[in-house]
């Protein structure tokens, strides 16, 4: 097939000429998208996109690069479309767009060159210059606006999961029927998306009933696209699943076996000098005994014990953080002894032993990075350079200044930095309803390389503010 071929022809005298060319990427990554539909309407009502198939459309290549061409004199709005159902009309969220904040009229300017090529170096040469022929479009995904309840489950008689569609800006109300329960009933868990919210039973008056009957207070995105309180009864059951049949031999062994609490930490061999041990327990913890929980230092034949504070995830209910100054290829030991930990429902933990040892500090290298050209609050961030461009360290700046990333192991990194305009803390996408186009990213892909007990010195310049 012919790459970008293209048959013009005209129902008048003349065959319009003008166009427009440029550029469309990706407003996270960067990097280009390839077969995205770019619209011109010579209607610039903001509703057109949504409404009306455009006067003029274009097609990216691979390097991401478009060519309106062929257009008439006039002024055009400017929409891009990775088209799903190919109806060349914008449905909302789910679709990648991008769209320009100005119109744009193009131009075209006759100009003469000397012809250097032929024989005749005297020649002139008419040449025509189309303009713009360098317009930027960020590409980017609407966050979904939608809010509903997608799914509730009782996965287990103590749990009840409620899924929405969006990270949610609520609390869900429950209020159950024909049970007196209370704020101590239950203990409510968000997960890290914020769009699950998970009602742990603490009451085994609640949790023993087979079914359980609520009535579910909540946001919910009307046909206005509002957001209004809406209510919903549903029935919540719970059927234990059937057992497998099992021989004497099992059905022995599994009566000797307690129940415990289960908890999952997150050490290794070799612990960094930067990080905390987590605990992640696989139900809300009720209470602990912290002198139940050792840690100690060992060298040659003594131990010494380790100070260290033992506190909660200020986001995630069931992590925990042990938070230790650690000290340099140095020998722990982290001692748990049994009924440690006791969750919401009784069960208590088992005991709990593991060996380890600190990196050296020499093993780690640093990043000392000068920021110039700060005009706005920016997010900056080092990456690994892999396929992934794994997330290793962020700050947040304000001004021009010199950033250290310590503790870096030695591998290879790339610099991003994002523009955070609302100064929120991440990076927000676009809408175009609202004319909010994504924040702006930078990177900086010249790779760093990192080498242990080593400071690597880099400079970047953010471009001037418009």
């Known amino acids: 097939p012919l790459g970008n071929f293209q048959y013009v022809f005209s129902t008048g005298k003349s065959l319009d000429s003008l166009s427009i060319q440029g550029h469309a990427v990706d407003a996270f990554t960067r990097l280009p998208i390839e077969k995205v539909q770019i619209y011109a309407y ?16 274009a097609q990216t290549d691979t390097a991401g690069h478009f060519n309106l061409s062929n257009l008439k004199a006039g002024t055009y709005k400017i929409f891009a479309l990775v088209d799903g159902n190919r109806d060349y009309k914008y449905n909302g969220p789910g679709e990648i767009i991008g769209f320009l904040d100005t119109l744009l009229t193009p131009t075209a300017q006759t100009f003469q060159k000397m012809d250097s090529i032929t024989p005749d170096s005297s020649a002139l040469r008419t040449y025509t210059a189309f303009s713009p022929a360098d317009v930027h479009i960020n590409l980017f995904e609407e966050e979904n606006p939608l809010l509903y309840l997608t799914k509730y489950a009782r996965s287990r008689r103590e749990k009840l999961d409620f899924e929405f569609s969006f990270k949610r800006t609520d609390d869900l109300k429950i209020d159950f029927l ?3 329960d209370d704020a101590n009933s239950f203990l409510i868990e968000s997960n890290k998306r914020r769009d699950t919210l998970s009602y742990w039973i603490v009451d085994s008056n609640i949790y023993k009933r087979d079914t359980l009957t609520a009535v579910l207070n909540y946001l919910k995105t009307d046909s206005t696209n509002q957001l209004v309180s809406f209510s919903d009864t549903v029935k919540l059951n719970f059927k234990a699943p059937k057992k497998a049949k099992q021989t004497k031999k ?10 415990v609490y289960e908890f999952k930490t997150n050490i290794k061999s070799s612990q960094d000098l930067n990080k905390d041990i987590e605990f992640e327990f696989n139900e809300p913890l009720a209470e602990f005994t912290l002198d139940s929980i050792k840690l100690v230092k060992i060298v040659d034949t003594l131990e010494f014990a ?10 995630l209910l069931r992590t925990y953080h042990m938070n230790v100054k650690w000290e340099s290829e140095t020998n722990y030991r982290l001692d748990i002894d049994s009924t440690a930990f006791k969750n919401i429902f009784g069960l208590e933990s088992d005991a709990f032993t593991k060996k380890f040892k600190t990196k050296e500090l020499e093993y780690y290298g640093k990043i000392l990075l000068k920021v110039d050209q700060v005009h706005k609050p920016l997010i900056v961030q080092i990456l690994e350079n892999n396929k992934n ?17 310590d503790y870096l192991e030695p591998k290879i990194y790339i610099i991003k930095v994002i523009e955070d305009w609302n100064d929120n803390g991440k990076w927000d996408t676009g809408n175009y309803k609202l004319k909010l186009q994504p924040e702006t990213i930078h990177y900086f892909r010249k790779e760093i390389k990192v080498r242990s007990n080593w400071d690597v010195e880099e400079n970047v310049v953010l471009p001037q503010a418009h």
């Open 389 to 405: 461009e794994t997330l290793i360290q962020s700050k947040k700046i304000y001004s021009d200044q010199t950033i250290t990333f």
């Open 178 to 180: 024909d049970i007196d």
């Open 306 to 315: 380790v100070p260290f504070d033992f506190v909660k995830d200020t986001a």
């Open 250 to 259: 099992q059905e022995k062994k599994s009566k000797i076996k307690k129940p």
């Open 42 to 57: 010579s209607n610039h009502q903001d509703s057109v996109p949504l409404t009306t198939i455009p006067d003029y459309v």
